[in-house]
């Protein structure tokens, strides 16, 4: 049985050089638990399991499979970045899985939100499954579980929605982060060399755009929600302060816009993007902060020229409650 507490003699990691004597630490530790044998790790680019994977590239190098699924529901940039920090520049042993057909077959129809986490989370499970079981002599399974999901969720991490492997695939766990809280990962992935805008990102669902392309995912909405949602996150991002989540949502009607040919006003349908920020401690409630007027002009200027099939910006001001943070 793991020890599931955090030692009362453990100081907050908050400086360069705690975070150092930690890495080192972490890094025997692997060596020790792990020897020669291999390690499996499911990489989605977020702060925790980034990591948790430029530590054990650190301990054990090429011995760390990391698994990279691109289910397609990913923000703009992101599996690129995922290749070039990982493969590129740490010389990570990565697999990179295009599994965006595989899944957007899958959602194809289907309108209800809890179905599509369903179907996203146990497809993952699948995807990684078989990526298990064409790696040779795995024995560990690394996991970015962090103090808040032992708190919260009884270790597993909260809104992973992916069940778990089956049982012959049952692998010893290595949980290098697990008594530390986000603030600490952050100042430990820094100190790795991970890039800052990987380490403060800001929270992701594990479910990604699937639950902001609202009811049935289809591709050139999914595709216009991730130009639109690059376009909100770089202008709200330039902000000297950010709101804790900013993204963008797409529902799934039209509403008549007017384009001119030839000079000639001719109406059409065109689907309308959502701007949502919000503020929270831990995602309970939240408020909205001011944007202001002039970045939401830009914002929609940008959009409507230059993403296809979009002619309506809003932004939503609901708080939570009665809203949830996501439209989904
Ligand atoms: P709501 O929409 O419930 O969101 O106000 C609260 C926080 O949880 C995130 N969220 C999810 N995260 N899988 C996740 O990993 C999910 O299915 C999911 N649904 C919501 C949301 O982004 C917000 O930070």
């Known amino acids: 049985m793991q020890n599931m507490k955090r030692p009362e003699t453990m100081e907050r990691i908050t400086t360069p050089a705690l975070a150092k004597a930690f890495i080192e630490e972490q890094v025997a530790a692997i060596k020790a638990q792990v020897g020669d044998k291999k390690v499996l790790l499911a990489l989605s680019g977020g702060v925790d399991s980034s990591v948790v994977a430029a530590l054990l590239i650190k301990a054990i190098g090429k011995n760390l499979v990391c698994v990279h699924v691109n289910h397609g529901l990913l923000r703009k940039g992101e599996p690129e970045q995922v290749i070039q920090v990982f493969r590129h520049e740490m010389d990570a042993n990565l697999v990179y899985v295009d599994a965006v057909d595989r899944f957007l077959d899958k959602l194809a129809g289907v309108a209800d939100p809890e179905q599509k986490r369903k179907i996203i989370g146990a497809e993952f499970i699948r995807v ?19 103090y808040p999901d032992i708190l919260e969720s009884k270790g597993v991490k909260a809104h992973h929605n992916v069940g778990g492997l089956p049982d012959d695939l049952q692998f010893d766990l290595v949980e290098p982060v697990k008594f530390l809280y986000k603030d600490e990962v952050r100042v430990v992935g820094t100190a790795l060399g991970l890039p800052a805008n990987m380490v403060y990102r800001q929270p992701f669902p594990g479910p990604g755009l699937g639950v902001r392309c609202v009811g049935a995912i289809t591709r050139d909405r999914l595709e216009a929600l991730r130009e639109a949602d690059a376009i909100v996150r770089e202008e709200i991002g330039k902000l000297p302060t950010v709101p804790w989540q900013y993204f963008c949502a797409i ?14 006003g001719e109406r059409y349908m065109g689907w309308a993007v959502i701007i949502r920020a919000v503020n929270t401690v831990d995602a ?45």
């Open 128 to 146: 990684f499954e078989e990526e298990a079981r064409k790696q040779e002599g795995i024995a560990f399974l690394a996991q970015g579980t962090i």
């Open 251 to 264: 529902p799934d009607f039209q509403s008549t816009g007017i384009k001119y040919v030839n000079g000639q």
């Open 284 to 328: 309970v409630t939240a408020t909205v902060p001011e944007i202001p007027f002039s970045v939401l002009c830009t914002i929609r200027d940008r959009i409507v020229s230059t993403v296809p099939g979009v002619n309506r910006v809003l932004w939503d001001i609901s708080e939570k409650p009665v809203a949830t943070i996501e439209w989904e």
